[in-house]
C-alpha cells in the first residue's frame, strides 16, 4: 500500500540523550515536512525539504536536524539542545515542490522523563 | 508567521451551521483545511488557490479572498462526524518554493 509511515509511534527518552524519528514514504513524492504538535495546539514546521540532498529551516528548528539523502526517507533528529522535545511529531509530504495536499503520517509521540 | 484561526472553539448541535476564519498577515498564494480527529493525523478538506475561488466537500464549503488575506470554512447542517478540530494552513509565494503553516486550529464538538 502507498503511505507514510513514521517509527517509532511511541518514544520515551532521558534528558540528554538525542533521538532520531523515522519517516519513510512510497508516494514518490517531493516535498516532506516535520511538524510539531503540543497538547491542544496547533502544527508548528521544524524542517521541510523540496528535493533530495536540500532541506530549509522551518519556524521552530532549534533543536533538530534533519537529513534527506533519499526521496523516499526524511528522518528528524532531536538532540540534547532542544530544551522541551515532549510532543506529537508530525511527518507529511507532498507531491510536487509547490502547492497540493499534504499527506501526514499518524505520528510519533515523544516523552522525555 | 502563523495564521491566526477564529473562533478557538465551538459547540454545536447536531444540524446547526458554523464559521471558522482564518487570517493571514502575509500574501497568499494558497490556503489549505485539514480536520483532526483526537489522537489522530490531520486529513486534508481542501485546498483553495488565490482568485477567490470557493471549494465544497460534503457540507463543508470554504471561500478565499485573497486581497484580505482571509479564508472561511463553513460547517453546514453539521453531523457528528465534523467535531474534530480544524486547521487551516497557508502557502506564501517563495522563490525557493512554497511553505505550508498551519494557524493554531479550532476545535468542534458538535452535540446530538
Known amino acids: 500500500d502507498g503511505g507514510i509511515t513514521q517509527s517509532p509511534k511511541y518514544l520515551f527518552r532521558k534528558e540528554g540523550q538525542n533521538v532520531t524519528l523515522s519517516c519513510e514514504q512510497n508516494?514518490?513524492?517531493?516535498?516532506m515536512y516535520w511538524y510539531r504538535q503540543d497538547p491542544g495546539q496547533g502544527l508548528r514546521l521544524i524542517y521541510y525539504?523540496?528535493?533530495?540532498?536540500?532541506?530549509q529551516k522551518g519556524d521552530i528548528a532549534e533543536g533538530y536536524s534533519v537529513s534527506r539523502e533519499k526521496k523516499e526517507s526524511f528522518p528528524l533528529t532531536v538532540t540534547s539542545a532542544q530544551k522541551n522535545p515532549t510532543a506529537f511529531y508530525l511527518c507529511?509530504?507532498?507531491?510536487?515542490?509547490?502547492?497540493?495536499?499534504?499527506?501526514f503520517g499518524e505520528g510519533s509521540r515523544l516523552t522525555v522523563l | 508567521q502563523q495564521p491566526v484561526q477564529s473562533p478557538q472553539a465551538v459547540i454545536l448541535r447536531e444540524g446547526e451551521d458554523a464559521v471558522i476564519n482564518c487570517s493571514s498577515s502575509?500574501?497568499?498564494?494558497?490556503v489549505h483545511w485539514y480536520r483532526q480527529k483526537h489522537g489522530e493525523a490531520p486529513v486534508f478538506l481542501m485546498i483553495?488557490?488565490?482568485?477567490?475561488e470557493q471549494k465544497g466537500h460534503e457540507k463543508i464549503s470554504a471561500s478565499f479572498n485573497e486581497k484580505k488575506q482571509q479564508s472561511s470554512l463553513y460547517l453546514t447542517a453539521s453531523q457528528l462526524s465534523y467535531s474534530g478540530t480544524y486547521f487551516c494552513?497557508?502557502?506564501?509565494?517563495?522563490?525557493?518554493?512554497?511553505?505550508?503553516?498551519f494557524g493554531g486550529g479550532t476545535r468542534v464538538l458538535v452535540k446530538p
Open positions: 502575509k500574501a497568499l498564494y494558497s
Open positions: 507529511a509530504t507532498q507531491q510536487g515542490a509547490g502547492t497540493g495536499e499534504l499527506f
Open positions: 508516494l514518490n513524492h517531493d516535498a
Open positions: 525539504s523540496q528535493i533530495v540532498n536540500d532541506f
Open positions: 483553495l488557490l488565490k482568485g477567490g
Open positions: 494552513g497557508t502557502e506564501t509565494l517563495k522563490a525557493a518554493g512554497n511553505k505550508l503553516t
